[in-house]
């Protein structure tokens, strides 16, 4: 088991100096080398789980041996429209192995609709934490009670939430300290600022901080030059495109929604081709990762009342086609990057990778479950009906909104039903039955194992299951029976993406205009 102590810092606010972007832009470079003053021996810090901070590809394969890796990210809640949104540019493309693109989900919880994150989780992609309510430099309860709310009611495990991105990108020494006192993989808010084809670049692949950050250190005080010092925790950098001012015209977040070359206004053009250049830069050189990190909101189609940016969409569309034109690319996670990162192989051998790989979970497709597969939930569906933001869940209804103090509300029981049973530590999303209470999963071909993270009121060890409360309140939660300890594979590498085809446009869609709701995190 482990065991840490967290801060207790409810309600209040970290009082030292914070990384500041305007949710996610930067204006010229956030860090130098003289004042990184990073250090870090290779011979001592090595593959898996130490990486020293380098601009030369992991593991020393040669830039033509290695895969050119474009990383798709998505902040904020997840609402119907913010599906379709990101699936306007995934659902219809595939990796060279012929399996759909994955990409990770920063998730704050105001306006989510839990069953969404259920489902979209089920089809293959990575949820990570983004806070509660969408806040910087956040305190313990906001990092942490997201973890447990995810579980609590989109039947996330525990262990399959590794990454967070601080809102806004602002974050502090203490917030990456918090990350790995509840045994975080990763983080991802610091940007590279610095082109690639500049000697001083800031591109450095993912790295841990066994030797302190080398990113933003312009920007922030208390790290860099050896801070802070957390062993195992990795960085994985936002990497910015630049457009023909070069180190002086950086773009980080949405940057179809930036000036380009010093014009006053949005050019999509413009747009395309900075875009294009900076991934060939990286192409062509060490083959850095580069990324598109969105706020889905502002590309969506099927959000009511908003004219979408329909020219902005097609560039964006046109880029990633022409990008997978290019030989030896993949659109991926932030988990399968760090996944290739911590274990690199030739792109000769990437057909082998189990991470980039596509297995789906066997759920008969007349069985009726609520198990984040939209045929067998169909109809099993609770409504949580609040005023702020309501929502449907497989797990049930809390008795009130969760919140940072208490995440995990006791559940509400409608009149003539019975409790709902959240997912426990030794079944998987998919083949959990939360009505019934049973896992379907009786054999390796479903395996799963989820350990418990340091998370729960003052610092103890949370396993997910029982039916709310769970101490939070001091009633405690009903235990979920004891089910067999599967030995299975690695969370963070559990059923990727062909349900991604289940969760097209239309099938999200569809299921947010029967609900018919419009609501945005702002």
């Avoid at 979970?361 to 949580?384: F, H, R, S, T, Y």
């Avoid at 797990?395 to 006791?410: F, I, L």
Wanted: hydrophobic share 35%; charged share 10%.
């Amino acid at each position: 088991m482990r065991f840490f102590a967290l801060l207790s810092v409810l309600g209040m606010a970290l009082q030292v100096p914070v990384v500041t972007a305007q949710d996610g832009s930067i204006s010229g470079p956030t860090s130098s080398s003289s004042a990184a003053g990073y250090s870090c021996d290779p011979s001592q810090c090595q593959l898996p789980n130490c990486n020293c901070a380098s601009t030369s590809p992991p593991g020393g394969l040669s830039p033509s041996d290695v895969p050119q890796f474009v990383v798709f990210t998505a902040d904020d809640a997840i609402q119907s429209y913010t599906l379709d949104s990101v699936n306007q540019f995934l659902a219809q493309r595939k990796n060279p192995n012929g399996c759909p693109i994955k990409m990770t989900y920063f998730t704050s919880l105001n306006y989510t609709n839990y069953t969404l994150v259920t489902d979209w989780y089920v089809a293959g992609n990575e949820i990570a934490d983004h806070t509660m309510t969408h806040v910087g430099s956040p305190p313990a309860d906001e990092i942490n009670g997201n973890i447990i709310a995810l579980n609590a009611l989109a039947g996330i495990p525990l262990d399959a939430i590794q990454g967070f991105r601080a809102p806004y990108l602002n974050y502090t020494a203490q917030t990456l300290q918090l990350l790995a006192d509840v045994d975080f993989t990763y983080d991802s808010s610091t940007a590279s600022s610095i082109p690639v084809t500049d000697p001083g670049t800031d591109a450095y692949w993912p790295y841990t901080l066994d030797n302190g950050l080398a990113n933003d250190c312009l920007t922030v005080d208390g790290i860099c030059k050896g801070l802070p010092k957390i062993p195992g925790l990795w960085e994985i950098p936002m990497y910015a495109f630049f457009d023909n001012l070069g180190v002086d015209g950086p773009h980080l977040m949405d940057p179809w929604l930036d000036t380009a070359n010093g014009a006053s206004s949005v050019n999509d053009t413009a747009t395309f081709e900075y875009m294009k250049n900076t991934f060939t830069d990286h192409y062509n050189g060490n083959r850095q990762p580069i990324g598109l990190y969105t706020h889905p909101i502002h590309l969506s189609t099927t959000y009511p009342g908003v004219n979408p940016p329909n020219s902005t969409i097609q560039m964006v569309n046109e880029y990633l086609d022409w990008v997978q034109m290019q030989q030896d690319v993949w659109i991926v996670s932030n988990e399968q990057l760090l996944a290739w990162v911590r274990n690199p192989v030739a792109v000769s051998d990437l057909d082998s990778f189990e991470p980039l790989k596509c297995p789906t979970p066997q759920v008969d497709p007349n069985l009726k479950i609520c198990n984040g597969i939209p045929q067998n939930e169909a109809g099993l569906l609770e409504e949580c009906d609040f005023p702020d933001f309501p929502f449907f869940t497989c797990y049930g209804c809390p008795q009130v909104e969760v919140s940072p103090s208490n995440p995990n509300p006791p559940q509400q029981v409608p009149t003539g039903q019975e409790m709902r049973y959240r997912l426990p530590s030794n079944c998987s999303t998919p083949f959990w039955d939360p009505i019934a209470g049973s896992c379907l999963c009786q054999s390796s071909a479903c395996a799963f194992t989820d350990n418990s993270r340091p998370i729960g009121p003052n610092g103890a060890n949370l396993t997910g299951g029982g039916t709310g409360g769970d101490g939070f309140d001091g009633s405690g939660g009903t235990p979920t029976p004891t089910y067999i300890n599967f030995n299975g594979a690695n969370p963070i590498k559990l059923w990727s993406g062909s349900l991604v085809g289940m969760m097209s446009a239309l099938a999200v869609g569809a299921f947010g205009a029967a609900t018919g709701w419009v609501l945005i995190n702002v």
